[in-house]
């Protein structure tokens, strides 16, 4: 899970709800499928089926053609600091951990307070954090606790943290497409159908935090976002990431393009826009994420749900990536097997990267863990196959 170099004091999402100007969003409507994807095929716009802008937080009594209604829980975080046991008003999902210091998360423990009083056994943090900046950030999953006690690290100072809930909130309708959305053949979830809740994009004065800029797509990296295996519910882990990425970081959104999940399920990550293709505006230009810093414009991010640094992606994850990677290389008209020169259309800096790289070479960092890096030169020629 990356992270920028310095981060703002957290914003609880229970308050920034009611302030944020959804009104003022659009999004993208039904993307219609695109068929196979055919071998050799370049920047070419995918049909789409548009159910028309409305805003995101209004009360949805008719969701309109090719669209149906459907309940999504508001996200709730609460931000503390330090080592003192942390109450929260709801039963805890995920705990956001952020230090500054080493990236190490040695001894480093979690502490659960349960809703009747009784507190759980010291657990280590676990694992590496996938932070590219000074310090460390994890994401926990703490099924439903009411609090919590943290150990900072050895070394680490400025000990953040984050109790969020994206399972019990009070709920807000959501214009869902009811067919597959599907990018060039590849079918995935839109963001509405993940129950992205798009308020969380603008600033208390209605302004939009990140806004899109957009360049020509150069490369692809491929992240994990070091979260547990075996994850229950991945949607709300999205949601989660999401609320860290938009509101903690202060990106104003989710920093990767597509998430895919251990089932095979793919997640259209940050916004790009009212274009056909997710990711892109409707000349095909990439939207830029917010997933390799210093190095985003252009560079198209897919991060794996879960903790691959000891193990592997599921069959059906590493599926699901091959035909997304896939469908991306080809939109694009680029070789996956190639090395190339990536020249950031920002301030000109170079890098020699491979065409689909990993997180860990643009950045000192673990991601996307040690046993998925050794699998990108399968990946990348997977993604080469007419398969």
Not at 233 to 252: C, E, F, K, M, S
Request: charged residues 20%.
């Amino acid at each position: 899970m990356t992270v920028p170099p310095t981060v703002p004091t957290p914003v609880p999402s229970t308050a920034t709800t009611s302030r944020r100007a959804g009104s003022r969003l659009t999004r993208r409507g039904l993307v219609g499928a695109a068929g196979a994807v055919a071998a050799g095929a370049a920047l070419t716009p995918v049909a789409t089926a548009r159910t028309g802008s409305r805003p995101a937080d209004a009360d949805i009594t008719d969701p309109g053609p090719g669209a149906t209604s459907k309940a999504f829980p508001g996200t709730r975080a609460e931000a503390a600091t330090g080592e003192a046991p942390v109450e929260a008003a709801f039963p805890i999902g995920y705990v956001g951990v952020r230090w500054s210091g080493p990236r190490e998360t040695t001894g480093g423990g979690i502490r659960l307070t349960y809703a009747d009083g009784r507190k759980g056994a010291w657990q280590a943090l676990g694992g590496n954090s996938c932070s590219d900046s000074d310090g460390g950030a994890l994401l926990i999953p703490v099924d439903q606790a009411s609090g919590y006690e943290l150990r900072a690290p050895y070394g680490a100072t400025d000990l953040r943290s984050l109790a969020i809930d994206t399972t019990r909130g009070p709920t807000r309708e959501v214009a869902v497409p009811r067919d597959s959305t599907r990018v060039r053949g590849v079918a995935y979830l839109s963001r509405a159908a993940w129950g992205a809740d798009e308020k969380l994009r603008f600033k208390p004065d209605g302004t939009e935090n990140s806004p899109q800029t957009y360049h020509p797509f150069q490369t692809l990296t491929v992240h994990h976002t070091a979260t547990s295996n075996g994850d229950p519910d991945p949607a709300a882990t999205v949601r989660a990431l999401y609320h860290v990425h938009a509101i903690t970081n202060d990106w104003g959104d989710i920093g990767y393009h597509f998430l895919v999940d251990e089932k095979g399920e793919i997640y259209e990550g940050r916004y790009s826009g009212e274009g056909a293709t997710p990711a892109h505006d409707a000349n095909g230009k990439l939207v830029t994420g917010f997933h390799t810093g210093g190095w985003n414009s252009g560079n198209l991010g897919i991060a794996l749900i879960g903790n691959l640094v000891k193990q592997g992606p599921t069959a059906a994850a590493r599926d699901a990536l091959t035909d997304l990677v896939r469908s991306m290389v080809r939109f694009h008209g680029v070789d996956p097997q190639a090395k190339v020169t990536y020249i950031s259309p920002i301030n000109g800096k170079k890098k020699e990267v491979d065409e689909i790289s990993g997180h860990r070479d643009w950045l000192a960092t673990q991601c996307p863990g040690e046993v998925m890096y050794g699998e990108l030169a399968t990946l990348r020629k997977a993604a080469a196959s007419g398969s």
